[in-house]
């Protein structure tokens, strides 16, 4: 219990980190996370005790998305970016590619235990859903290849080991969806993309088709 705890120190202050954008931090931790990771288990495999305890695994279960951080925080390294603009009039200004190449910076908190987030909180998402049909096919082409993080985590409850961070295609499906006007409460799309690419390419097609049936919203003024 001891050595979970310590990891699961590790590995908060590791998405604390990545939130408010302190990717030094973020790296240093998730390393050391996963250093430890396997060194307790290397330890378990050599105690009968332990290794002989059902689902001992599942203790460490919350790790999994210890991986796909630290590939982002590589990512992030070697990007020459300085800053994301925040301002609405300055956002306007930009490309709807210059927006979505800005969505992993993207973020929102959860308001709400239990509960999602509602990505269009960040200023960059606000403007790719301002501009209406306009949006709808890069956000698409996000949605179907873009697999970066944004800047936003989730969990069941604050106090269960379970965080999730939200990706770009996650990010673009919601913006997408409210576009159309479809909402974000049916789960049928949200199953399907975690599905892999074939899964994102699948609701990427029934939306195109949506769209196509002309219920988009045109550009706000």
């Known amino acids: 219990m001891l050595a979970r705890d310590w990891i699961w120190a ?15 931090m973020c790296m240093i931790s998730a390393v050391k996370a996963t250093s430890m990771s396997r060194s307790i288990r290397q330890e378990i495999s050599q105690r009968p005790i332990l290794r002989a305890r ?13 991986t796909l951080l630290i590939q982002d925080q590589q990512r992030r390294a070697k990007l020459l970016r300085t800053s994301v603009p925040r301002s609405a009039s300055i956002l306007r200004q930009l490309t709807t590619g210059e927006l979505i190449d800005y ?14 987030i509602n990505m269009d909180q960040d200023p960059v ?7 209406g049909k306009d949006a709808v096919e890069p956000l698409l082409l996000a949605l179907e290849n873009d697999t970066r993080l944004t800047r936003s985590v989730r969990s069941s409850r604050p106090w269960n080991y379970d965080r999730h961070v939200m990706t770009v295609y996650e990010t673009a ?4 969806r409210q576009i159309l006007s479809i909402g974000n409460k049916d789960f049928e799309d949200w199953e399907a993309i975690e599905k892999g690419i074939e899964g994102r390419r699948a609701v990427a097609a029934r939306l195109r088709t949506v769209a196509a049936a002309g219920s988009t919203k045109t550009a706000k003024p």
């Not at 992993?104 to 908190?109: G, I, L, N, Q, R």
């Open 54 to 66: 059902p689902y001992i695994d599942e203790y460490f279960d919350f790790l999994k998305p210890l």
């Open 103 to 116: 969505l992993d910076e993207a973020f929102a908190m959860q308001m709400s235990i239990p509960g999602g």
């Open 10 to 24: 590790m590995y908060d202050r590791a998405l604390n980190a990545h939130m408010r954008g302190d990717d030094r």
């Open 125 to 131: 998402v606000e403007e790719l859903i301002r501009r």
């Open 173 to 176: 499906l919601q913006a997408v």
